[in-house]
Nanobody, 126 residues
Framework: QVQLVESGGGLVQAGGSLRLSCAAS????????VGWFRQAPGTDREFVAS????????YYADSVKGRFTISRDNAKNTVYLQMDSLKFEDTAVYYC???????????????????WGQGTQVTVSS
């Protein structure tokens, strides 16, 4: 069992930066692939970025590639999402999620993640 808690959201002007954190409790955190998803009002929850258990592999949605960076510190059981050059359209609730088996491109699929945090609001003012 893994519990995930997001933090670091807030209000920022367009062009600014935020760093989100996803703190995990439970054993064997480094066995879990961790993803960040986001959901804006009236839209589906969409994939943003993910990272393998070891941190060796990272994946990004095209909309955030080059602006967002995902990383993890397994000693601290924490995954980070550094968000730079934020845009108004990045406004959403951001969720982190953990899954134990991610072959191919499954990391993009919400259904492949077993554990979810409660989300943190990111608001970008234009």
């Amino acid at each position: 069992q893994v519990q995930l808690v997001e933090s670091g959201g807030g209000l920022v002007q367009a062009g600014g930066s935020l760093r989100l954190s996803c703190a995990a409790s439970g054993r064997r955190f480094n066995n879990y692939h961790v993803g960040w998803f986001r959901q804006a009002p009236g839209t589906d929850r969409e994939f943003v970025a993910s990272i393998s258990g070891s941190g060796a592999a990272t994946y990004y949605a095209d909309s955030v590639k080059g602006r967002f960076t995902i990383s993890r510190d397994n000693a601290k059981n924490t995954v980070y999402l550094q968000m730079d050059s934020l845009k108004f359209e990045d406004t959403a609730v951001y969720y982190c999620a953990g899954g134990s088996f991610m072959p191919g491109t499954w990391y993009r699929l919400r259904s492949r993640y077993d554990y979810w945090g409660q989300g943190t609001q990111v608001t970008v003012s234009s």
